[in-house]
Structure formats: structure tokens, C-alpha cells
């Protein structure tokens, strides 16, 4: 499993938190910062979800918006977690990081959603970065 695969189940996993906790990101961040400190030979993978998550931070607002005008009828309150946090994700890469194809970052989203959530989610998570991408 790459680097890149790794960082993206790390920022998955900061996401869900923030949301099921209902604590901001900045403070699920920046717990997991002071964890990934004590953890050295993880640091490849900490630095690129630290990146997204950062990313999520600064354009949340667009994020938020590019997939609840792409998801056709379904507001973020109705998906679950899992698929708000990794639409999120995909969002980001698609959008803001040029370093990534599209391709790559949504089928990345995809293996997550078909690993950590509904049966039905990977289509979902497929279609909504699908028109993201194709919109953006």
C-alpha cells in the first residue's frame, strides 16, 4: 500500500472523527499531530493527510458546495459518514491538488468507500467525484 494510500485512510480517519465528535478539525488535527510525533516511521503517510486535511480546512465551504450540487438530492446531512469524509477527500485532490490526476483520486476514494462503508457507497462516491471532475 503506497504512502499516498495510507495518508488518505489517516485523513479519512480525522474527518469521521470530527464529524461523529462534533469537534472541530483544527482539534482532531491537531491531537493527531502530536500522536504522528511519536510515530516516525509513519511521518510519509502523516505529512500528505496532514496536506488534506489542511486543504479540507482552508476550502471547506467550496468543498461542501461542489458536492452538494453534484450529488443530486442528497444533502451532506443524509450521507453517511463515511461518504461525506471521503467525498471530501476526493473533492480536495480533484480541485486543489494538481499533483494528483483525477482518475487516481477518485478511484483512491472509491476502494475506500467499497472497504469502510455501505455496499451502495462506491458507486456514489464514483458518480458525485465523476461530475465533480468532469465539471471542474
Do not use: C
Request: charged share 30%; hydrophobic share 45%.
Amino acid at each position: 500500500m503506497s504512502a499516498r494510500t495510507k495518508a488518505r485512510k489517516r485523513a479519512l480517519d480525522i474527518l469521521f472523527q470530527s464529524d461523529v465528535r462534533g469537534e472541530g478539525l483544527p482539534v482532531i488535527l491537531a491531537a493527531e499531530a502530536k500522536r504522528a510525533a511519536n510515530e516516525p516511521a509513519r511521518e510519509s503517510s502523516w505529512l500528505y493527510a496532514r496536506d488534506i486535511v489542511d486543504g479540507i480546512i482552508d476550502h471547506g465551504d467550496e468543498i461542501d458546495e461542489q458536492i452538494v450540487t453534484f450529488a443530486k438530492d442528497w444533502s451532506l446531512a443524509r450521507m453517511p459518514a463515511v461518504d461525506r469524509a471521503l467525498l471530501r477527500i476526493g473533492t480536495w485532490e480533484v480541485l486543489f491538488n494538481d499533483e494528483v490526476p483525477a482518475a487516481v483520486a477518485i478511484d483512491e476514494a472509491v476502494e475506500l468507500a467499497k472497504e469502510f462503508s455501505t455496499e451502495e457507497s462506491g458507486s456514489f462516491v464514483h458518480g458525485v467525484l465523476g461530475r465533480i471532475s468532469r465539471a471542474g
